[in-house]
């Protein structure tokens, strides 16, 4: 977890609540080679990502590693000052992450 | 003199590794596309928009109520942003194909009731190529696409 840093911004705007994330993480293919020894790094990148607010769903998502390292997520949803927004990832090597916020 | 063999050595040797691995991924790529083209193959290890739908197991009609907001040119194309947003009603899922990648599926995001259609996120884009955005609204499938054009200098086109 430690290494991984989830960050999330929520606010109004135009009466409806944006979310926005950028989580730290590598997001490697499997097909870059490490410089210096030659090898193949392996596959490593979140494969799942999930929005709540309020325990309720607003988006869930499945990833590959085609998203680019440190990714970055945006999304709207109808929402009100108060809701607590909260994000969650897995990824294939089982780390995980999330954050929570409350809308200001 | 002991430097020159040395990196006469180190040289043939990247050559080998290089060579090598370009093989395995050529083979890998003929391998995943002869699985898509088994019945309920992962749709994950698609290599062309087409096999991934057949993965699938969905046709998608074009439709003008998606946008698919990317640069034209990416500067970056490890970072490209892009923004999908659809006016479908009932639009419930949205799939991400970046045409030329090794592996064209790359996200799905699925929404929750109170969602705005729409989601902001950023791709890594391996050629120039289209980036196809397929929404699922009720029982149907809808397809819109946009061009990426990438450089390789980074110096723009």
Same mark, same amino acid.
């Given at each position: 977890?430690?290494?991984?840093?989830?960050?999330?911004?929520?606010?109004?705007?135009?009466?409806?609540?944006?979310?926005? @994330?950028?989580?730290?993480?590598?997001? *490697?293919?499997?097909?870059?080679?490490?410089?210096?020894?030659?090898?193949?790094?392996?596959?490593?990148?979140?494969? *799942?990502?999930?929005?709540? @607010?309020?325990?309720?769903?607003?988006?869930?998502?499945?990833?590959?590693?085609?998203?680019?390292?440190?990714?970055?997520?945006?999304?709207?949803? @109808?929402?009100?000052?108060?809701?607590?927004?909260?994000?969650?990832?897995?990824?294939?090597?089982?780390?995980?992450? *999330? @954050? *929570?916020?409350?809308?200001? | 003199?002991?430097?020159?063999?040395?990196?006469?050595?180190?040289?043939?040797?990247?050559?080998?590794?290089?060579?090598?691995?370009?093989?395995?991924?050529? /083979?890998?790529?003929?391998? /995943? /596309?002869?699985?898509? &083209? /088994?019945?309920?193959?992962?749709?994950?290890?698609?290599?062309?928009?087409?096999?991934?739908?057949?993965?699938?197991?969905?046709?998608?009609?074009?439709?003008?109520?998606?946008?698919? %907001?990317?640069?034209?040119?990416?500067? %970056?194309?490890?970072?490209?942003?892009?923004?999908?947003?659809?006016?479908?009603?009932?639009?419930?899922?949205?799939?991400?194909?970046?045409?030329? %990648?090794?592996?064209?599926?790359?996200?799905?995001?699925?929404?929750?009731?109170?969602?705005?259609?729409?989601?902001?996120?950023?791709?890594?884009?391996?050629?120039?190529?289209?980036?196809?955005?397929?929404?699922?609204?009720?029982?149907?499938?809808?397809?819109? &696409?946009?061009?990426?054009?990438?450089? &390789?200098?980074?110096?723009?086109?």
């Amino acid at each position: 977890m430690s290494k991984f840093k989830t960050r999330l911004k929520v606010k109004m705007k135009d009466g409806k609540v944006n979310v926005k @994330a950028i989580m730290s993480h590598p997001m *490697e293919t499997g097909r870059r080679k490490d410089k210096k020894t030659g090898e193949k790094i392996p596959e490593h990148y979140i494969n *799942e990502v999930i929005v709540t @607010a309020n325990d309720k769903m607003v988006l869930t998502s499945e990833w590959r590693s085609g998203v680019s390292k440190n990714p970055y997520l945006s999304v709207n949803y @109808a929402g009100k000052s108060g809701d607590k927004v909260k994000i969650s990832w897995k990824d294939n090597k089982g780390n995980t992450g *999330e @954050a *929570e916020k409350t809308v200001k | 003199m002991k430097r020159r063999t040395f990196l006469k050595g180190s040289l043939a040797a990247g050559a080998t590794v290089s060579s090598g691995l370009l093989a395995s991924n050529m /083979a890998f790529a003929e391998s /995943a /596309a002869a699985d898509t &083209k /088994a019945a309920g193959a992962d749709p994950y290890a698609a290599t062309s928009v087409e096999d991934a739908l057949k993965a699938l197991g969905i046709t998608a009609e074009d439709s003008d109520k998606i946008t698919v %907001n990317a640069p034209d040119l990416a500067e %970056n194309a490890a970072v490209v942003p892009v923004e999908i947003t659809t006016t479908l009603e009932g639009a419930e899922e949205i799939i991400v194909m970046i045409s030329k %990648n090794p592996t064209v599926l790359v996200a799905k995001f699925k929404f929750g009731e109170s969602a705005d259609h729409g989601v902001k996120c950023r791709f890594k884009v391996g050629k120039s190529g289209d980036v196809v955005a397929v929404v699922k609204a009720g029982d149907k499938y809808y397809t819109a &696409k946009k061009a990426v054009k990438v450089t &390789k200098g980074g110096c723009g086109g």
